[in-house]
């Protein structure tokens, strides 16, 4: 069973710097786009980051400069360094992966969302 375990999230203040994990695991056979959104209570959730396995990432305009997004292949994991925070960045941070297994076919994965608080 494929399971995203986000880590990384907590409190910081306006100007200092996050880094967010994701480790994918359970039977995966193929991952492709893996990616990091955002979700504010009554709000849509949001794109933040994502990156192919070739490395080409993609940002929303309100983190470029700020945010970047990486992944080491190998150890199924993805990670968002978050500089320069604002308080508007805070929100629920949710991972996001392309998976196939052997008997699934590719499906969009969620993990459970991490907490990013950003204190003015």
């Known amino acids: 069973q494929v399971q995203l375990v986000e880590s990384g999230g907590g409190l910081v203040q306006a100007g200092g710097s996050l880094r967010l994990s994701c480790v994918a695991s359970?039977?995966?056979?193929?991952?492709?786009?893996m990616g990091w959104y955002r979700q504010a209570p009554g709000k849509q959730r949001e794109l933040v980051a994502t990156i192919t396995n070739g490395g080409s990432t993609n940002y929303a305009d309100s983190v470029k400069g700020r945010f970047t997004i990486s992944r080491d292949i190998a150890k199924n994991t993805v990670y968002l360094r978050m500089n320069i925070l604002k308080p508007n960045d805070a929100d629920v941070y949710y991972c996001?992966?392309?998976?196939?297994?052997?008997?699934?076919?590719?499906?969009?994965?969620w993990g459970q969302g991490t907490q990013v608080t950003v204190s003015s």
């Open positions: 996001n992966a392309h998976i196939a297994t052997h008997y699934v076919p590719r499906t969009d994965y």
């Open positions: 359970g039977g995966i056979f193929r991952m492709d786009v």
